[in-house]
């Protein structure tokens, strides 16, 4: 049984830097795709970034630039670091991982006040 949990959320001023964390636990990380997503307030789910297996990249346009996805196999975590905070990046975050099932962490809440 795959579990995956977060942590690092939290309240930080708008320009301000949080850094994610997600621990995996079960199955083979290092087969899985990771990716973290994120649920605004009154708003549908979207990702922000994901990471491969082999460790190809992507991002949201609007977090290009100042989110940093990376992983570790050996310690089976995957990070997500944030730089220049606007409040609009106020959401729970959901860490997911993807290799045959698809799981889902407990989400964390990111709040950046103006």
């Known amino acids: 049984q795959v579990q995956l949990v977060e942590s690092g959320g939290g309240l930080v001023q708008s320009g301000g830097s949080l850094r994610l964390s997600c621990a995996a636990s079960?199955?083979?990380?290092?087969?899985?795709?990771m990716a973290w997503y994120r649920r605004p307030p009154g708003k549908q789910s979207e990702l922000v970034a994901e990471?491969?297996?082999?460790?190809?990249?992507n991002y949201a346009d609007s977090v290009k630039g100042r989110f940093t996805i990376s992983r570790d196999n050996a310690k089976k975590t995957v990070t997500l670091q944030m730089n220049s905070l606007k409040p609009e990046d106020t959401a729970v975050y959901y860490c997911?991982?993807?290799?045959?099932?698809?799981?889902w962490g407990q989400g964390t809440q990111v709040t950046v006040s103006s």
């Open positions: 079960g199955g083979p990380f290092s087969m899985y795709t």
């Open positions: 997911y991982g993807n290799w045959i099932s698809k799981y």
């Open positions: 990471i491969t297996r082999v460790g190809i990249t």
